[in-house]
């Protein structure tokens, strides 16, 4: 009988050992699991978290970083370099979420070395929250193929959507908010893509990381439904000696627009192949791809006139005075849905 009791006490610690591991590897992987996901349970909707919230956000151990390593390289995916996509959503946004993730999804760089920053600056129509919800659940609540993280941030800025300089110097204060909120010590690259880009090949990443400058842009165009070759971002261009000239006769604060007499990207031959590249002064960020030592050593987006430009222009602009390579590639094409359509949906 002893004998039976022993056995059975044996057997009671064994089972609970195991239950005790089990119960252990469960929290293991939810822990992995909510910072992974990065609060893509929360509410995009709700107002103040918790204060035990706020905690569980916070890691208040020190630790030492050693960023000599953190390179971004020709041959990223071999390296597993994490990239950063950051997008800034205006007010009409929603319509072109699905494809904005299908896209990323797609794309032939790794998922799990892939995080995603959204800034949602108009809090004003509760259903756009909601959509956006939604895709962040949909791609982050699967087991395979997770993005390594979702964040999606609300910080309201006032646009009059249109083109003028003050909404640039607010797009400017929105990328720059966005970038210093998202900006890990783990991301090597940074890329800039608009949620309205509708098409670009799967192997953009790793085509960009292959030209390996610090700055690069493709050739952005209008997407038409005959394929016809229409520029849409005229914003990646290179200054001429007509354009360096005309500065020298206008005010400081003087901001030159379109047709200021640069060289655009969008009219540059295509003839050279998709991977020759060309020196540019300023660039859009419809689709941006950044070193991201470039943001971190201080390049971001001035939302005050320099050198008579603007936000993404003046970046390109910053980035060069910094000694920074800033390049665009006029055969290499992705293509953009244009502003109508988000016009419309804010009428």
């Known amino acids: ?20 591991l089990v119960i252990f590897s469960l929290s293991t992987i939810s822990n992995h699991y909510s910072h992974t996901s990065c609060h893509a349970a929360r509410s995009l909707y709700s107002d103040s978290p918790s204060a035990t919230s ?18 971004a390289t020709a041959n990223a995916r071999d390296h597993n370099e994490h990239i950063l996509i950051l997008t800034p959503l205006i007010k009409g946004s929603s319509v072109h979420l699905k494809r904005f993730f299908d896209q990323l999804d797609k794309s ?20 756009e929250n909601k959509i956006l919800e939604f895709y962040v659940r949909q791609y982050q609540g699967r087991w395979f193929k997770r993005f390594h993280e979702i964040n999606v941030y609300q910080r309201n800025f006032e646009f009059l959507n249109n083109d003028e300089p003050y909404d640039l110097t607010i797009m400017a204060r929105a990328r720059n908010f966005l970038l210093a909120a998202s900006l890990r010590d783990f991301h090597s690259w940074v890329a800039w893509i608009d949620v309205d880009v509708v098409k670009y ?18 050739n952005c165009l209008l997407y038409r439904e005959d394929n016809a070759f229409w520029g849409y971002d005229r914003n990646n261009w290179a200054e001429t000696d007509y ?3 005309m500065q020298k006769w206008v005010g400081q604060d003087f901001i030159l627009m379109e047709g200021s007499g640069r060289t655009l990207l969008v009219d540059m031959p295509t003839h050279m192949g998709v991977h020759h590249k060309v020196p540019l002064d300023g660039v859009g960020a419809t689709f941006t791809l950044v070193k991201s030592h470039v943001h971190r050593e201080g390049a971001n987006f001035p939302p005050f ?3 008579h430009q603007v936000e993404a222009e003046a970046f390109g ?8 390579s800033v390049y665009g590639l006029p055969g290499y094409t992705v293509y953009h849905a244009g502003r109508k359509q988000l016009h419309d949906n804010n009428q």
């Open 201 to 218: 090949p799967a192997a953009i990443f790793e085509d960009l990381m292959r030209a390996d400058v610090d700055v690069i842009v493709p």
């Open 1 to 20: 009988m002893s004998t039976f009791l022993r056995g059975s006490r044996r057997l009671v610690i064994i089972i609970s050992v195991l239950s005790a």
């Open 54 to 71: 706020k905690e569980a956000d916070h890691d208040h151990t020190s630790y030492y970083l050693n960023l000599n390593s953190l390179n």
């Open 243 to 245: 354009s360096l000239e």
């Open 305 to 307: 006139v320099y050198q």
């Open 108 to 127: 032939t760089y790794p998922n799990h070395l892939i995080s995603i920053g959204l800034l949602a600056t108009d809090s004003s129509d509760e259903n």
């Open 317 to 324: 602009k910053v980035a060069n005075a910094m000694g920074f």
